[in-house]
Each structure stands twice: as C-alpha cells, then as structure tokens.
C-alpha cells in the first residue's frame, strides 16, 4: 500500500509562485508515474503534469505548458509541482497520483491506483 500525501497549498496572489510537494510513504516510489490533478468546484477532475518513473520524462496539460514544472526526487520519495504565475482560474484542490508505468496516456485519470488527499490552492485577483 502507498500513502500519497501533499503539502504546500494555500492562499496567494495572482502573479505569484507555489511549489507543492507529493510525498510517498509505504512503497518504493521510484518505480511509478507520477501526476498531478486538480479539481475546482463543481468541475471535473483535470490533469496538469506527469513526470514518468524513468527516465523522468514529462508531459503537461496545454493549458500549463510554460508556467508548471514537474520534477522528482527519488531519494527523498517526493515529486513537486512548481507553479508560476498563478491565475484566479488556477483556484482548485490539487492531487498527486501514482501509477505503474503502463501503455495508456500519462492523462488518463483512471489509470492512476493511488492518491492523496488533495492540498488546496486559492489564487484571489
């Protein structure tokens, strides 16, 4: 079994910067994919990033291409989020998941078996 936990949401401004970290516990976290969600108030659940167990390939939604940033550090069983210039419609509770590499796209929410419970994020104007 894997715990998924993350941290480092909260209440900015637009135009700042977050980084939220995902941290495993319970299993080695190496060998997953990683992704990350986000889910705004009566909306569905959307991808964002995804960075793959080796050789830490990533792939990102259009949407943030240029202002999020996926990374991982194996040793410390912990992926983040860098997110820049955060917009109001960035305001959502934001999830890791973790899979095993498999064929079907890094974008496919159903194909992730873990996640945590979610950290929120609120961008105010």
């Known amino acids: 079994q894997v715990q998924l936990v993350e941290s480092g949401g909260g209440l900015v401004q637009a135009g700042d910067s977050l980084r939220l970290s995902c941290a495993a516990s319970?299993?080695?976290?190496?060998?997953?994919?990683v992704g990350w969600f986000r889910q705004a108030p009566e909306k569905e659940r959307e991808f964002l990033a995804a960075?793959?167990?080796?050789?830490?390939?990533?792939v990102y939604a259009d949407f943030v291409k240029g202002r999020f940033t996926v990374s991982r550090d194996n040793a410390k069983n912990t992926v983040y989020l860098r997110m820049n210039s955060l917009k109001p419609e960035d305001t959502a509770v934001y999830y890791c998941?973790?899979?095993?590499?498999?064929?079907?796209?890094?974008?496919?929410?159903?194909?992730?078996?873990?996640w945590g419970q979610g950290t929120q994020v609120t961008v105010s104007s």
């Open positions: 960075i793959t167990w080796s050789p830490g390939n990533s």
């Open positions: 998941a973790l899979r095993d590499p498999q064929p079907a796209a890094l974008e496919t929410l159903s194909s992730y078996k873990y």
């Open positions: 319970g299993r080695a976290f190496s060998s997953y994919d």
